[in-house]
């Protein structure tokens, strides 16, 4: 199935990373987690990947959905951005 949205040239479903940052901390970890899996359902740990900061005090996560809409992309961000340990999200 592949829809096209008028307001993006995006065709879904399609694979699309999602990178959030914040401090490392597991309870981060989980929060990444749940907040996708909010609006995916489960998540294989395949799809999640993270990295460290150079002094080691900050992780992105960059979790790789198979996005079915632009909704659910937006949804996703504005769940993430109002959440007070995301610190950065893209």
Known sequence: MTSM?????????????IKLMGNDKPE??????ELVENHT???DD???????SRNGRF?????TITARSQQQ??????????HDDVLMAL
């Open 41 to 43: 359902g489960p998540l």
């Open 59 to 63: 992780v992105s996560i960059t979790v």
């Open 46 to 52: 395949a799809v999640i990947q993270s990295s460290l």
């Open 73 to 82: 992309l937006d949804d996703i961000y504005r769940d993430a951005k109002a």
């Open 28 to 33: 981060f970890h989980r929060t990444v987690r």
């Open 5 to 17: 949205n008028d307001e993006t040239l995006m065709e879904f479903p399609c694979s699309f990373p």
